[in-house]
């Protein structure tokens, strides 16, 4: 019933203002320092040998976007998303050698969240899973969703690298691919926080406070299921999260019952208005709920991490509002 909330011209409207199989990682060559020997990858790498690399397994296909329409380039530096700026082709080398490190020394990395039969089903869910970056034992964690008009998965610009950076700090961070479509993207983003807290104790993760990140359509993802929870999109009757992290999207839908939010956005974005973001910020604050808005000169939408621009730091700024709120 409050999934109609999100149907109907949305994209448009955008552009314009437990049951998961774990796949066994390949093992890999370990110096007597314990440092991985794999070769790396590089901006010269091609994206398809990338994609292809045995230490990914089948899931490796879904660390860019399955409809090759949305992305361009031959190489890691060369990789382009639609409606993404400031994309930065040293991060996504990292972010690359990150998780094919992690897997060759053993770490799952990929979680399906729908079961064989479901796949089977509605071969849609095929496109669908968790790439896990481990944090601390025992830490709480994020879910990261990026954006991409509710038409592909932005994630090497808008997901991976966040979650790769919480996981430096110690946080257990996933990073969400899912089907396209905001009710669709929505039920997969439930599915996936019943699937965290149905293997909380495999996956050593803490299920108190935990945030969820997005980016423009991801940012609604977070907002919408922050607010509604994950049973109204299918998933189970489970907490609010802690805080929601929102970056460029120009959501107007609030209330009382939103979760402590903190949002950012550049002020020359075309797609999500600065004005439009702080004003349902200041509504959320007038109702108590905590919040924390950023503005940031000269950027357009899609900066990700901002590395290099005026919101360089801002992810800084998004933990400690989630710190603040573990700590309330």
Known sequence: MKALLITGGLLLAMLL????????PPQAAVSEEGEVTEGTFTVDTPISEVAGDPAFGEYGRL??????AYYSGETLGELELTYYSHIDPDKTVEIANSLKSRALAGETIFYDIYTDAEKAEDPAKEDTGLFFFKGEPGEKFAVCNAGGAFAYVGAMQDSFPH????????????????RPGAQTACEDLAR???FIFEHAEELEVDKDCYSLWGGSAGARMAAWLGTYGPSAFGGGDLPQPGAVIMQYTGLSDYSAEDPPTFACVGDNDGIASWRTMQARLD?????????????????????GLGTG???????????????NQMEA
Do not use: M, R
């Not at 660390?63 to 090759?68: C, M, Q, S, T, Y």
């Open 17 to 24: 203002s437990a049951c998961g199989i774990t796949q066994d």
């Open 63 to 68: 660390l860019f976007p399955a409809n090759e």
């Open 163 to 178: 979650a790769l950076e919480l996981s430096k700090k110690g946080y257990n961070a996933f990073a969400l691919i899912y």
């Open 192 to 194: 996936a926080i019943t």
């Open 283 to 303: 509504a959320l604050s007038s109702l108590g709920v905590p919040t924390e808005f950023h503005h940031y000169p000269g950027l357009g939408h899609g900066f």
């Open 309 to 323: 621009t005026s919101a360089e730091g801002w992810l800084d700024l998004a933990v400690q509002f989630w710190e």
